[in-house]
């Protein structure tokens, strides 16, 4: 193998390439970088670790401390995060979802889940409001599939929910400039309007709660960090508009099966998504991109590279709970004691296990999904 | 003194202004013989606004009434920002769209947009703002709308209804576009650069809902005619009846002023006004002699006299006989305070029906 240069690093809510250097992203972004008190008391009040703080899959954060303290002290706290429901959604989806879970019951949270269908819409030419909605409703039996609970969790879809949203967001939007978005996002002359409106309706979302219950309740976004932009010019007017500022935890991308940049649903053979025959799935395993060597000679000789390896993340990220395991496995790669076929077999079969079950969940939530819908404030 | 640019957009109106111009300008058609003579005869009558050319220019008017003619059924929209009282100038193209309900038998969707009243107002407060939208719709439903035929559309409450529309036309506008037609900038927030798209959607409403064309016909204030290009433009690429307008003149303020205005409470008798304020409103005006823009007589023009009779002989009055000023504004006083009457006395009737409609 050549290593080819490293593309230039572009992060923004719509476009994740190159090679990711959090290290960069966290100093470009201005934020914190996560810590052990964090961790550990988050761990704390779950009673667990989980293992994506275990695996540093949450690299910095925004007031997340305060947000804990505030629990401490007695007051109410809440989670926001969402989807662009643009496609089928794939492993690298579920973990902050899953994420999202652990906080709920750990911090007794309600959680709101934002499907920006009207986004998804404005933004692709190929997709029509009414598939970008019917997508919501598909991507929503996979975020109740991660196990939240019903009483605590308000999925909504910006269109089909927006009655719920839209006075809060014009409020919101009175405080945003154009030039302001323009300097975020980078839109020009021919960006239409409505995606330079959404902006505000993804910030106000960090307000939702607080206005539906009458009371300030600090909210917290799980999150990948490229949608960090949003909550930077959320923090700006928070304040202004006498809510707390939104605090935000972040998480890496998820690598996909092909090399660098996140899973992502656009490039299909990249991702496993929930609603791939199992089988089939197992498939995408075996053919997927390793730090394997070109001969197996090489490889006993020289060992493999987990470090840039797709199914070592697998492992790390979604499917060796176990520590011990999995430093066991990185150590017999890069000894050259096990070979890429062995690994991506254990794997496959792992995946086949995790997607047959998630599937079943997955048609249950079909019959619940109801009552994980927003309801109007009593 | 009148300027010579009219400067003429939506949100403000200033100067006298030159209708002709406007129209010429804003390239619409001006109501041919050809329409006003279709709409006396599916009316049985002329109505008095359109033989006085107070509606005076439109933009396919003609074909609403082929697509009525051939056995189709179009909608009415129309609208009102919900900041305070309603007054006799408001009436008018109310009493006009009144009178096409009768006629043509159709829905009207009226809009009440209250997010652009939080988005320009530094005041906003929305207790009063949903105060004014129950004023307000009293009073356009006290002039006799069908209620089973009117349709209240409350933008921060029925947002549901529009939104996914709005969507659609947001879609296929571009920022340079929005600049162009309404002159935003840098500064501008992102909730009145979206709000147009939720002042253009009820246009699409009844099409939508029904999932054949409706074609859409606005009466309006000529002040509004940008918008409504820039619809027809959207409208066509969404597959959408174009819809199309009738503009109306605004009847002026009491004190000269281009049109009367809520936020001067001077130069206009609202409908709430007591008998003793419309006095002092009108004994405080001020009334050239012998001119047919005196604002005694405009009023009688444009609302209070359907009968083109009365019309001249206080015309004739004014110029020939030489009657006073003080005989023609008691007589004017006596009328409006008669008008306003009945007018309250059908408010205090409907208000149950009237909360109905708003839910």
Known sequence: ?378 | MAKKTNNVTPWDIQGEIDYQDLAQRFGTRLLSEDILERMEKHAGREHFMLRRGIFYSHRDVDEVLDHYDAGGQFALYTGRGPSGPVHLGHLVPWVFTKHLQDIYGCKLVFQFTDDEKMLIREDYDAEITSHWVYENALDLMALGFDPDKTEFIVDMKHTAKLFSIALKVAKRITWSTMRAVFGFNEDSNLGIIFFPTMQIAPCFIESERSGEPVPCLIPAGIDQDPYWRLTRDVATKLGYPKPAQIHGRMLPGLTGNAKMSSSMPETAIFTSDVPELVEKKIQDMPTPENRVDCLAYLLHYFLLTESDEEVNELHHECTVNQRSCQECKMELVEKVNKFLLAHQRRRKLIGKSVKRMLE
């Not at chain 1, 303290?69 to 579920?94: A, D, I, Q």
């Not at chain 1, 999202?100 to 019951?105: A, G, R």
């Not at chain 1, 911090?107 to 692709?124: G, S, V």
């Not at chain 1, 490229?226 to 998820?254: C, N, S, V």
């Open chain 1, 1 to 378: 193998m050549t290593d080819e240069p490293n593309k230039e690093m572009v992060v923004t809510p719509w476009d994740v390439s190159g090679q990711i250097d959090y290290d960069k992203l966290i100093e470009q972004f201005g934020v914190s970088p996560m810590t052990k008190e964090i961790e550990e008391k988050i761990a704390e009040h779950a009673g667990f670790k989980h293992l994506q703080l275990r695996r540093g899959v949450y690299l910095s954060h925004r007031d997340t401390d305060w947000w804990i303290k505030e629990y401490e002290k007695g007051n109410k706290v809440g989670l926001y995060t969402g989807r662009g429901p643009s496609g089928h959604v794939h492993l690298g989806h579920l973990l902050p979802w899953f994420f999202c879970k652990y906080l709920q019951d750990a911090f007794d949270a309600d959680l709101y889940f934002q499907m920006t269908d009207d986004e998804k819409f404005l933004h692709r030419d190929d997709l029509t409001l009414e598939e970008a909605i019917e997508l919501t409703y598909e991507n929503a039996l996979d975020v109740i599939a991660c196990g939240l609970t019903p009483e605590k969790t308000h999925i909504f879809s910006d269109t089909d929910h927006i009655s719920h949203l839209y006075k809060l967001g014009v409020k919101v939007a009175k405080r945003v400039t154009f030039s302001t978005v323009r300097a975020v996002f980078g839109f020009n002359n021919s960006d239409n309007i409505g995606s330079i409106w959404h902006p505000a309706l993804q910030m106000m979302v960090c307000f939702l709660q607080s206005e539906r219950e009458g009371k300030n309740i600090p909210c917290l976004i799980p999150a990948a960090i490229d949608q960090d932009p949003y909550w930077r010019i959320t923090r700006d007017i928070a304040e202004k508009m006498g809510y707390y500022k939104p605090a935000q935890i972040h998480a890496k991308f998820l690598p996909g099966l092909a090399e660098g940049g996140k899973m992502s649903a656009s490039q299909p053979d990249t991702a496993i998504f929930t609603t791939d025959e199992p089988k089939k799935a197992a498939k995408k395993v075996m053919r997927a991109f390793t730090g394997g060597r070109d001969t197996v000679e090489e490889q006993r000789e020289k060992g493999g590279r987990p470090e840039v390896c797709n199914v070592y993340a697998y492992y790390y990220f979604l499917f060796e709970e176990n520590d011990a395991a999995l430093v066991e496995r990185e150590l017999m790669c890069k000894q050259g004691k096990i070979l890429c076929g062995e690994c991506k077999k254990e794997l496959a079969s792992r995946v086949e296990l995790f997607l047959t079950d998630f599937q079943k969940k997955r048609e249950a939530a079909r019959e619940v999904l109801d009552q994980f819908l927003i309801k109007p404030v009593e």
